[in-house]
């Protein structure tokens, strides 16, 4: 009876320990934490034998293309303006090449930082994170298939493409998943496409906003300066 008791209590514990592990929120990964992590941590890293460079030409530094101890901060051009670089001055985003953490080497771990604090964490590439945090989240797993019609010197086939969507969280304040899709291209080659997401929802809501309200400025201006070269013809 003894022994049927304690058997009982032991398995207790590890289930009621293992529904607290999984209930626990997402927030971030390793000690970069949404709300809460300030820009300084850069500068702390780099102090730490990262290497930190500006990047203002995606042609010689994409932001897939950090490697190693390397940070980059994203820096738009303010002539000749990338839409897909930080578009307002409270938001600014750096690129670290590589950052391991729990024996997983996480790449291109970008983060994106409005008034100087952390509200968003993107990193691609990197299935082995997507499966531990997977793991340690409980994340629900759906699957979208699509059949689409691939031609070639052999005529036309059938192939399926899958897109994999892993959500960690999603609630008032934060949105976290991953994405693992799986595709065909133009010539029918299989791709794959790999990244992991944790955003503060209102947070990227109010940057998209202001980074709409911006473009929509620039281009306004790009048009009128067209129409007054037009107008010396």
Not at 95 to 113: D, S
Request: include cysteine.
């Amino acid at each position: 009876m003894k022994k049927i008791t304690l058997l009982f209590l032991v398995t207790l514990t590890l289930l009621i320990n293992q529904k607290s592990f999984s209930q626990t929120k997402i927030d971030g990964i390793s000690i970069f934490k949404i709300d809460k992590t300030n820009i300084k941590i850069i500068d702390s890293l780099a102090n730490n034998g990262y290497s930190l460079k500006t990047c203002k030409d995606l042609y010689s530094c994409s932001k897939y293309k950090v490697s190693g101890m390397n940070i980059y901060e994203m820096v738009n051009d303010t002539i000749k303006p990338d839409m897909s670089l930080p578009m307002i001055k409270e938001n600014r985003t750096f690129v670290i090449g590589e950052y391991t953490v729990a024996g997983i080497k996480i790449t291109n771990l970008e983060l994106n930082f409005y008034n100087d604090i952390l509200f968003e964490i993107k990193s691609t590439g990197d299935l082995e994170l997507q499966t531990a945090l997977k793991e340690k989240y409980n994340g629900t797993l759906k699957a979208d298939k699509k059949e689409i019609a691939c031609r070639s010197i052999y005529g036309e086939f059938k192939e399926e493409e899958v897109t994999y969507t892993t959500t960690y969280r999603e609630d008032e304040k934060i949105k976290a998943y991953s994405v693992l899709k799986i595709y065909f291209d133009d010539k029918c080659k299989k791709n794959s496409l790999i990244y992991t997401l944790i955003t503060n929802v209102k947070t990227e809501e109010i940057v998209n906003t202001k980074t709409r309200e911006v473009t929509k400025k620039i281009l306004e201006k790009k048009q009128q300066q067209k129409k007054a070269e037009l107008n010396k013809l």
